[in-house]
């Protein structure tokens, strides 16, 4: 599918020409995901009982499947919050980078969706809780309840493994005057990790043409989605109200989803009418009072040092 012009749903004839010859006429004209593409097989018909009445809808792949299946809406967004921690985004308008990636929609041909890997997620999570929380969860927590929204301006990047977005290794911290220290307090230490794991999200969220808007969900899942704490954390970085809900087996789910979409009439039927009766996400978190006017004026800062820390790590040595 990376042969495809997401804008205009064609193949782009450049890349064709590269690949193979007479490659548009094997892989045949891409449709919407909806799209019911004929009946099933006779094989399957006649080794496994399928009905020879049965559809088949157009197959999409699982990250696309996914985001069916977690049932995002326009604006919405998904965290997973896993070893590495993963971003799954609606779109409306992409910004192709070098970083991320960008698909067509799998619900809705009008937009879009990205996705963005962090590597370096729960692992580090559970580092910095063992080196200040004494390895409690509980102490933890606490720490994130006790200090400020806004860490009284400090910041820190934490890359124990070279991260994916960007390529940064290291720990870094900065004080309110932007000057790199070499050590935080503890509770300073825990509440710099997870404001900047999500700073960094919406920051290269954003750079893809994501923008929160006043519908906004965030649907959370992972192991550090039962972490009550840490999702508030999330609402108040992004302005937006925090879900949680059983994700296992979503790409399967998705499929599903969309099968039936597609029988129900495809394009001609939002996705969202299809999976009405789904069941429905938890609230979590909500957006703290004044979270937006702290955050909006940290992310600059955030996103400046950062690039500060790449052109330091891509400098030639002397």
């Not at 088949?56 to 069916?68: E, I, K, M, R």
């Not at 935080?184 to 999200?201: C, S, T």
């Not at 429905?280 to 400046?304: D, F, H, I």
């Amino acid at each position: 599918m990376n042969l495809l012009q997401i804008q205009e749903k064609v193949w782009s004839q450049a890349c064709l020409g590269a690949c193979a010859p007479d490659l548009e006429e094997k892989l045949g004209s891409p449709v919407p995901s909806c799209s019911v593409v004929g009946a099933i097989s006779s094989y399957y018909v006649q080794r496994y009982g399928f009905l020879p009445t049965c559809q088949v809808v157009a197959f999409t792949g699982d990250n696309p499947a996914s985001l069916a299946g977690m049932r995002l809406e326009e604006g919405d967004f998904a965290v997973s919050l896993g070893t590495s921690d993963t971003l799954f985004l609606w779109l409306q308008e992409p910004m192709p980078a070098l970083e991320g990636h960008i698909f067509c929609n799998p619900v809705d041909v009008q937009y879009y969706m990205a996705l963005l890997c962090f590597k370096n997620g729960s692992l580090i999570r559970e580092k910095i809780r063992d080196e200040s929380a004494s390895g409690s969860w509980n102490k933890f927590s606490k720490a994130l309840q006790s200090t400020e929204m806004g860490n009284n301006g400090n910041l820190g990047f934490y890359f124990d493994v070279m991260e994916i977005t960007p390529e940064i290794i290291g720990r870094h911290r900065f004080n309110a005057e932007n000057i790199e220290v070499s050590a935080f307090p503890g509770d300073v230490e825990i509440r710099a990790l997870i404001e900047g794991q999500f700073m960094a999200k919406r920051i290269h969220a954003e750079g893809l043409g994501y923008r929160v808007m006043p519908k906004t969900k965030i649907l959370a899942t992972g192991g550090a989605s039962h972490n009550k704490d840490i999702l508030q954390v999330l609402a108040d970085v992004f302005g937006a109200p925090v879900y949680v809900m059983d994700t296992s087996s979503s790409a399967c789910v998705g499929s599903a989803y969309r099968a039936f979409h597609g029988l129900a009439g495809g394009a001609g039927v939002a996705f969202s009418e299809v999976a009405k009766s789904a069941p429905r996400p938890s609230l979590a978190a909500t957006p703290s009072p004044g979270a937006s006017q702290v955050y909006e004026a940290l992310l600059p800062r955030y996103a400046e040092l950062e690039q500060r820390i790449l052109s330091q790590a891509r400098r030639p040595l002397e």
